[in-house]
């Protein structure tokens, strides 16, 4: 993935800890919002079907225009819908998601079912329980990957948001490790409403040997996800995860770090209010 500069990387019996720098040379931050915007829009609005559908009622083009303007005027959060409170913003929130997203899915392969974003009733509010149920491949062999994400401007390293506060990381993907019947709840539900036929067929077979008293074949990924304000970073961000990995077994530890060289609130602030006027 061309955007991401490795700067720190260990492993340990099947543990992963890496952070990357996100490229900040010049015309970065339009890259990046080149990248997002279509994303978002697509999220929030389902603009590329919303556009289809709307050419063949044969309206006319500046209607069409007009009416595109207010779905995504009215479905993108703004500064009037979100909190003001930094830590419960839904942009915030809702950039590391996709920033998350998008490095699974380009390092990793992970195939991600149903995404949060998109089957969130309220898109103006944040969504509950773990970020990203997703899947990965190998051979005959498939992993279950549990990701909890998180965006961070604390000073503190680790930051809170790895294991101190009540919904960290710690706390959120160590319920979901150890809680067979709420973690399979979780998982039939996205079968339920995944609409991809290779998506039903591997969450069926995952959820039989989630399931599966005797030793599973099914290998369990814990990912971290920390989305960090680069001026904040260090290397002893992991914190317990790095510490203690094994309090998560039989999951293995997939830390990713991922530094942003610029304040994540007031980007996601930027790039959000750019797809609520791009169309």
């Not at 044969?58 to 819908?81: F, Q, Y």
């Not at 609409?195 to 990924?221: G, H, Q, R």
Request: overall charge negative; aromatic content about 8%.
């Amino acid at each position: 993935m061309k955007e991401l500069k490795e700067k720190f990387s260990y492993e340990n019996d099947g543990h992963v800890f890496k952070s990357y720098d996100w490229d900040n040379s010049d015309g970065w931050k339009d890259e990046l919002s080149n990248k997002l915007i279509p994303l978002i829009q697509n999220l929030y609005a389902d603009l590329e079907s919303l556009k289809k559908d709307l050419e063949e009622t044969g309206w006319d083009e500046k209607e069409i225009k007009k009416h595109i303007d207010e779905v995504l005027n009215a479905s993108i959060p703004s500064d009037t819908t979100d909190s003001k409170i930094e830590n419960f913003q839904v942009r915030r929130a809702d950039f590391a998601e996709l920033i998350a997203t998008i490095c699974l899915e380009e390092l990793y392969n992970t195939k991600i079912p149903l995404n949060n974003i998109l089957h969130r009733e309220l898109t103006h509010k944040s969504g509950r329980g773990i970020d990203i149920f997703g899947y990965e491949e190998v051979g005959n062999n498939i992993c279950l990957i549990l990701c909890e994400i998180k965006g961070s401007k604390d000073s503190n390293s680790p930051p809170s948001v790895v294991g101190d506060s009540e919904d960290s990381m710690k706390q959120q993907l160590f319920s979901y490790v150890t809680d067979k019947k709420k973690t399979l709840d979780r998982i039939i539900n996205i079968r339920k409403k995944s609409t991809n036929i290779n998506d039903k067929k591997t969450l069926t077979k995952i959820s039989m040997l989630w399931t599966k008293e005797d030793e599973s074949p099914l290998k369990v990924i814990a990912c971290p996800f920390l989305v960090r304000d680069g001026n904040c970073y260090k290397n002893t961000d992991f914190g317990f995860f790095k510490e203690n990995p094994d309090h998560f077994a039989p999951a293995k530890i997939r830390f990713l770090i991922v530094c942003i060289h610029d304040d994540i609130v007031e980007l996601s602030k930027q790039i959000y209010n750019l797809a609520r006027e791009s169309a």
